[in-house]
């Protein structure tokens, strides 16, 4: 065995795979006329904000954007970056071609799978999920996690934003009431277990922090070293 956590992923179980592409592009080719419409508030108020901190992060070089969506990271690629985006949604990804016009940002944007990206090993610099990783039941954050560690290249960097179930109890409610909207509008979980799997993946938090209070996890890692033996 390897000692790279990274490559020694074992066989993804295409069962869940299939059904959380199925749910992700059923949810998603229906809400992208009006995704960023129903997230423009939450944008001005606060995504933007922290888009700005955790891009802060980002190596110069090749940057891969994992679930691009509409494309909402955009504006905060470093200059002079080379940029690819990935989502399984062809309509969210038109959208995100519209904005990377409308920017002015020269982005390759491609219809693919996060759990069986098609690069090379260790070819990105920076890797960045931003709430995507909670559109992913518990049993494939392993594998997305270990599938990111793979593209990203030793001493690089995965940048992680996702909603977090807060321990305050009024916000508590506020996200179970919007639980089964979220479910069905955005395909997607308020407590994706990611935190959890870290270790396993092979992957050392630099930056593990809250926001929002406690409702939004921000994480910066790195894969941890690749030692071999001999
Ligand atoms: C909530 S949106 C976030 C979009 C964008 N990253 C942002 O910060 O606004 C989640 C995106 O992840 C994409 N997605 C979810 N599961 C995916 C998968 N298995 N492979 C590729 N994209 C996926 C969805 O299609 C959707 O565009």
Same mark, same amino acid.
């Given at each position: 065995?390897?000692?790279?956590?990274?490559?020694?992923?074992?066989?993804?179980?295409?069962?869940?795979?299939?059904?959380?592409?199925?749910?992700?592009?059923?949810?998603?080719?229906?809400?992208?006329?009006?995704?960023?419409?129903?997230?423009?508030?939450?944008?001005?108020?606060?995504?933007?904000?922290?888009?700005?901190?955790?891009?802060?992060?980002?190596?110069?070089?090749?940057?891969?954007?994992?679930?691009?969506?509409?494309?909402?990271?955009?504006?905060?690629?470093?200059?002079?970056?080379?940029?690819?985006?990935?989502?399984?949604?062809?309509?969210?990804?038109?959208?995100?071609?519209? &904005? /990377?016009? *409308?920017? %002015?940002?020269? =982005?390759?944007? $491609?219809?693919?799978?996060?759990?069986?990206? !098609?690069? @090379?090993?260790?070819?990105?610099?920076?890797?960045?999920?931003?709430?995507?990783?909670?559109?992913?039941?518990?049993?494939?954050?392993?594998?997305?996690?270990?599938?990111?560690?793979?593209?990203?290249?030793?001493?690089?960097?995965?940048?992680?934003?996702?909603?977090?179930?807060?321990?305050?109890?009024?916000?508590?409610?506020?996200?179970?009431?919007?639980?089964?909207?979220?479910?069905?509008?955005?395909?997607?979980?308020?407590?994706?277990?990611?935190?959890?799997?870290?270790?396993?993946?092979?992957?050392?938090?630099?930056? &593990? /922090?809250? *926001?929002? %209070?406690?409702? =939004?996890?921000? $994480?910066?890692?790195?894969?941890?070293?690749? !030692?071999? @033996?001999?």
């Amino acid at each position: 065995m390897s000692r790279n956590p990274a490559l020694d992923a074992r066989p993804l179980d295409a069962a869940l795979v299939e059904a959380q592409t199925r749910e992700v592009r059923r949810a998603y080719e229906r809400i992208a006329p009006v995704y960023d419409l129903l997230d423009a508030l939450y944008e001005r108020s606060w995504k933007r904000r922290l888009r700005a901190e955790l891009f802060a992060h980002a190596l110069p070089g090749k940057l891969l954007d994992v679930g691009v969506g509409t494309g909402c990271n955009m504006p905060f690629y470093p200059p002079n970056s080379e940029v690819v985006g990935i989502d399984a949604s062809p309509a969210m990804l038109a959208r995100a071609r519209a &904005r /990377a016009r *409308r920017l %002015g940002k020269k =982005v390759q944007l $491609l219809e693919m799978n996060l759990l069986e990206l !098609a690069f @090379p090993d260790g070819c990105f610099d920076t890797v960045v999920a931003t709430f995507v990783l909670l559109c992913l039941p518990d049993e494939l954050q392993l594998p997305a996690l270990r599938e990111l560690a793979r593209v990203t290249r030793p001493g690089g960097r995965i940048l992680l934003l996702d909603y977090h179930r807060s321990s305050r109890t009024l916000v508590r409610w506020w996200m179970r009431m919007l639980s089964a909207w979220l479910r069905w509008a955005f395909a997607a979980r308020f407590d994706p277990a990611t935190e959890r799997h870290l270790a396993e993946a092979g992957l050392e938090p630099l930056l &593990r /922090a809250h *926001r929002m %209070g406690d409702a =939004v996890t921000m $994480l910066v890692l790195t894969p941890a070293s690749r !030692a071999r @033996p001999g």
